[in-house]
């Protein structure tokens, strides 16, 4: 695929996901407190790890069409990702940020890695 056609395909995308915010995706990502930063940020990937007597740990991968998110108004912050089932139903991971950066920049989208943890861990 040559440069022109992937910029345009990437535009398209970010086009796609500004206009649809986060309606019919498999994961949505919540900050239940409106508290959240105000730029567009929408979940891509959560690598979940939860066990008895254990704390839970998850990891988000979420996309934002801005690279400048500041951390001050993220960490801290209570946020919940919403998992949609097969069968229509949800599954809610909810938890506070205690680690969030910048991971890259890709296709007009900003990456970042967001780490959610009890409040008391």
Do not use: C
């Not at 891509?44 to 839970?56: I, P, Y």
């Not at 690279?67 to 599954?91: H, N, T, Y």
């Amino acid at each position: 695929m040559s440069s022109q056609a992937l910029s345009e395909a990437s535009g398209a995308l970010l086009q796609f996901i500004r206009g649809q915010r986060q309606n019919a995706r498999l994961l949505q990502l919540h900050f239940p407190r409106e508290d959240g930063p105000s730029a567009l940020m929408v979940a891509n990937r959560l690598d979940a790890t939860e066990g008895l007597s254990r704390d839970f740990h998850f990891v988000v991968e979420v996309l934002s069409d801005q690279p400048d998110i500041a951390l001050k108004d993220v960490l801290g912050k209570m946020v919940s990702i919403e998992l949609l089932r097969d069968d229509g139903s949800s599954r809610f991971f909810n938890g506070h940020v205690f680690e969030f950066r910048f991971v890259k920049n890709e296709g007009g989208f900003a990456y970042y890695d967001m780490v959610l943890l009890p409040w008391l861990a």
